[in-house]
């Protein structure tokens, strides 16, 4: 027997797509960027769910005292990842990234996150080993009574989307979540 998948059906998994409030967020290096070095107009609605003001490059993250509530996770690892980032050559060319500029978001990321130590492998495994220690955070901080926001715009997480929702991991590529590609796009099959 054959089912009809309608688009409507496919986005089942994404009803109430953004719990509010999350109980934390766990951010992807790439939307790091996207929030203090390309100034990405997409990041609005995080920064204001985060409470971060707009502005480049990091500087808008100087007023902030304490850490976020609900807390932005992070852990030491991600942090060298985000400053080994900042110095790719191509990033710097690009952005114009001098070395003091660089320190400024970094300085704006040590005042926005919540350090945690480095949270135990789970059996939930990215196709991307580099991209394994979001999940392994996520999850350790996620329950399904306290969604955790986990933003990725890698495709090896994003694939992950259905089986983390199910420990309590809401999973997309920005804020507010939207349905998946696929959800939105896919025809529906034939009879």
Known sequence: MMHTHTAAALARDTDDLSPSPPAAWVLDTNIVLDLWVFDDPATQPLRQALGIPSGAQGQAAEALTAPLHPPWLSTPVMREELARVLAYPHLVRRQALDRRVALEVLAAYDRCVTVCAPASKVPYVCRDADDQKFIDLAVTHASRQAPLI??????????????????????????????????????AAAL
């Open 150 to 187: 986990l933003l990725s715009k890698d495709h090896a997480v994003l694939r992950l989307r259905k089986r983390l929702r199910h420990v309590g991991v809401w999973v997309g590529s920005c804020w507010p979540l939207s349905p998946s590609p696929m959800a939105t796009s896919a025809p």
